[in-house]
């Protein structure tokens, strides 16, 4: 079994991606928001006891944790590096934390 | 004689690029974006398992078919994915939708055996068994971090599966395959289109294993995928465009098959349970 840290936290996780998803205000309305607090619920033990299905759920959770983390993460590099076509010279230097050479009496043909 | 060959020729280089365009265009035209036509997201029970409303219309799949999702976790998941979208729908970003959507429509048309075929094809290139034999850091990189999962798996299915430095790779008995292509018929189409889509983007049966069985988390089952490109960064440096892009776009599709198989196989892994003790 591998090891998840605290459920508690992968709750917080997964509460922020909704909200980053839904906005603060909306966020508790949706299906999504009442099916991950009434699963946790259901599966809360208080007793530390080895508890497979817990167990499962925590890794169901972590699992979705991290794809909707990954998703905006991927969707945010993506709006940056690759859905705006090609670059400009300048923006392509720029990328690598170089610039341009200025040439004070212009380039000659224009 | 002649002539008439390069009649046919001439022939079946204009029917086939035509046949073509149209294949790819009924399917790539799906993965770009499109404008948002709806405002609510909604789950209804139907009578093939959980469906999906667009305001009033019923969510179908790219042939056509009312879509529906076998739990009802893995609906509420697709119906988030559809309803966070904002001003335009980013397919790209709905990788349970995708999945759902190819296990219904299924338009590769395999059946069970091709895909256990296939899923057994990458264990004998299984990345985890491929070694190098310099540099010294990533060797002991490879064996430090790869050699446990192998172990484990080695123990959790009672197989021989091996290392191998060679460039033909490891020899893998019959033996260890029967006992995962048996292991993997126990699993429903859906499942196994899961599994398989899981082993195609880590390129590795023994990893997907360890994350099916919750062995290993995505983080992790990515990280070990990817050892050599994490072994490079560090010493060369890490370009974001191209590295992180690249991990981020790995761990979702691998997130997302994962759960996509958990979700979908309920009762296979109540048969798990039994055996892990």
Redesign the interface.
């Known amino acids: 079994m591998a090891a998840l840290g605290s459920p508690l936290r992968t709750f917080h996780g997964l509460l922020r991606e909704l909200r980053y998803m839904n906005g603060v205000t909306r966020y508790r309305d949706t299906a999504a928001y009442k099916y991950i607090r009434e699963q946790f619920r259901r599966n809360q033990v208080t007793e530390e006891k080895l508890c497979r299905a817990q167990q499962e759920l925590h890794f169901q959770a972590s699992t979705y944790l991290c794809l909707l983390h990954s998703v905006r993460n991927h969707d945010m590099l993506h709006q940056e590096y690759h859905a705006k076509g090609e670059r400009s010279p300048e923006q392509v230097a720029g990328l690598v934390g170089l610039k341009l050479p200025k040439q004070p009496g212009g380039k000659g043909w224009e | 004689m002649l002539p008439s060959l390069l009649a046919i020729t001439a022939r079946r280089l204009r029917v086939f690029p035509a046949a073509l365009c149209a294949q790819t265009r009924l399917y790539a035209a799906a993965a770009t974006e499109r404008k948002k036509f709806y405002e609510n997201?909604?789950?209804s029970h139907g009578e093939g398992g959980f469906e999906i409303n667009l305001d009033r219309r019923k969510l179908r799949t790219p042939q056509g078919k009312i879509f529906t999702a076998p739990s009802?976790?893995l609906a509420?998941?697709v119906?988030?994915e559809w309803?966070?979208q904002r001003d335009v729908i980013?397919f790209?970003?709905m990788?349970?939708t995708t999945l759902c959507n190819t296990a219904l429509d299924n338009p590769t048309l395999r059946n069970k055996e091709q895909l256990i075929t296939a899923a057994l094809k990458f264990l004998e290139t299984d990345t985890v068994c491929y070694r190098v034999e310099e540099p010294p850091g990533l060797v002991e990189l490879q064996r430090n971090e790869w050699d446990p999962v192998i172990e484990w798996a080695e123990k959790r299915y009672n197989v021989v599966i091996g290392s191998s430095t060679s460039i033909q790779g490891p020899i893998i008995p019959t033996e260890t395959k029967d006992v995962f292509s048996r292991h993997l018929a126990s699993y429903n189409s859906w499942g196994l289109l899961g599994i398989e889509f899981i082993i195609s983007q880590l390129k590795s049966l023994v990893l997907t294993m360890g994350l099916i069985d919750?062995?290993?988390?995505?983080?992790?089952a990515v990280l070990l995928s990817r050892l050599e490109e994490e072994y490079q960064i560090q010493r060369w440096g890490n370009v974001?465009?191209a590295h992180?892009?690249d991990l981020?776009?790995l761990?979702?599709r691998t997130?997302?098959g994962?759960?996509f198989v958990?979700?979908c196989s309920e009762s296979s892994?109540i048969k798990h349970?039994l055996l892990q003790d």
């Not at chain 2, 919750?214 to 992790?220: A, G, T």
Request: charged fraction near 30%; hydrophobic fraction near 35%.
């Open positions: 997201v909604s789950i009802e976790a509420v998941a119906a988030t309803d966070c980013k790209y970003t990788h349970l919750r062995h290993l988390p995505v983080e992790k974001e465009w992180d892009y981020q776009e761990r979702s997130a997302a994962t759960l958990h979700l892994t349970k």
